[in-house]
């Protein structure tokens, strides 16, 4: 009889615990923190234009964006007609400083230009009915990039 009593008292000390386990978990998520797995996720915008000391856009000019550490590069394109680039990124996320990264692929087609970056800057904006999801703008960036100096002008001038 002994077996049986301690068999019970047993069982219902492991249902006793787990309700309350339960009951304690429940009660402070609901009423203290909201409980969210995964990471957060960034809507990213990014646009703007590339263009020569004449505030001319430069066509067909590859436009980088590289989180710093990342091999290969994050996203690729090249400029417009216009010189203009846009990127839209759904659920990105960058946790280091980001770079904009913009060089000349296509060589004398268009003039040969010297390569640039920027370090960007984002603006965020939180989502109101999500709190592990926000968008992230930088707009209207402008790079300007200088005419390479190319051999034959260099030795034409000393």
Known sequence: MKEVYVFVLRKVNLLIGGILSFLGIGFLTSCVYELMY?????????????????????ANVAVVIKDEGDVPPYI??????????????????FHRPTWL?????????NDSYQNDSILLTFNYQEDPDNSWHS?????????TLNKKL???TSQINQ
């Open 101 to 109: 990264i913009v060089h000349d692929v296509d060589g004398a087609l």
């Open 76 to 93: 690729s394109d090249t400029t417009g007609i216009d010189g203009s680039f846009q990127f839209s990124i759904r659920n990105g996320s």
């Open 135 to 143: 968008t992230a703008e930088a707009h209207d960036i402008v790079i």
């Open 38 to 58: 995964g990471s957060p996720m960034v809507d990213y915008e990014i646009s703007g234009r590339v263009e020569n000391a004449q505030s001319q856009g430069i």
């Open 150 to 152: 190319n051999d034959s």
